[in-house]
């Protein structure tokens, strides 16, 4: 399957702290794409990283790509409780008019 | 600028009934998809359209969906007859350029079938 899988499904953290999400896949990616979903509101693009990237950053968020070990993470640095989200990667791994394929998510609390 | 914008934000209907959900893309998009959401099967794709026609339909669950895009500013989704387990929220996105360039999602319409 090209679904990507995110590790933990859920996590706990308290603000200030910082929270590292894993996605692994089992197929060949052309682009790796990170979104964040508030609750009761649809997703929102954060990052996306690119076969031949390694990593990449965006104000408090770090991605990383590992293609050897078909893995990516995201850190998101002194977390503040308005991350509280639900987090997916997503993969896009044809060519044309293959589309995106998302994983089932990792909750993010984090507790002021 | 405006986002994609869903219609309605939420639907209650008893089983039987057809169901019609709308959505517009940000003006100038010319890739539009419809995803479904529920917490046993995630974030599916059902069908997405590229310049109007439709690409790729094998995530239509059945028959009894439909979905159409007549002009670049509007698609519907149509559920007949709902079922009570097509209850979930549903999801339009846009985006610019090719299926793997970020995608701007609409809010979503609750949907319930009694």
């Known amino acids: 399957s090209q679904q990507g899988e995110e590790d933990p499904q859920a996590l706990s953290i308290q603000e200030g702290e910082n929270a590292t999400m894993n996605c692994s896949y089992k197929?060949?990616?052309?682009?790796l794409q990170w979104y964040r979903q508030n609750s009761g509101r649809g997703l929102v693009h954060l990052i996306l990283?690119?076969?031949?990237?390694r990593e990449k950053h965006s104000g408090r968020l770090r991605v990383t790509l590992d293609t050897s070990k078909k893995s990516s993470s995201l850190l998101i640095t002194a977390s503040r409780a308005a991350d509280t989200a639900s987090y997916f990667c997503?993969?896009?791994?044809?060519?044309?008019?293959?589309?995106?394929?998302f994983g089932k998510g990792t909750r993010l609390s984090v507790i002021a | 600028d405006a986002g994609v914008i869903q219609s309605p934000r939420h639907e209650v209907t008893e089983m039987g009934q057809e169901v019609t959900l709308r959505c517009k893309p940000i003006?100038?998009?010319?890739?539009l998809f419809w995803y479904r959401q529920t917490m046993m099967r995630g974030l599916e794709l059902l069908i997405y359209f590229n310049n109007n026609v439709p690409i790729d339909d094998s995530g239509m669950p059945e028959d009894r969906f439909s979905a159409k895009m007549p002009n670049a500013s509007f698609s519907t989704l149509k559920i007949q007859p709902s079922e009570p387990r097509d209850s979930a929220v549903y999801f339009c996105?846009?985006?610019?350029?090719?299926?793997?360039?970020?995608?701007?999602f609409g809010d979503g319409t609750r949907l319930s079938i009694l």
């Open positions: 990283i690119r076969s031949n990237e």
């Open positions: 997503a993969l896009w791994g044809g060519s044309g008019n293959t589309p995106l394929v």
């Open positions: 197929t060949s990616i052309n682009n």
């Open positions: 996105a846009s985006t610019q350029g090719a299926s793997n360039q970020p995608q701007h």
């Open positions: 003006s100038g998009h010319n890739s």
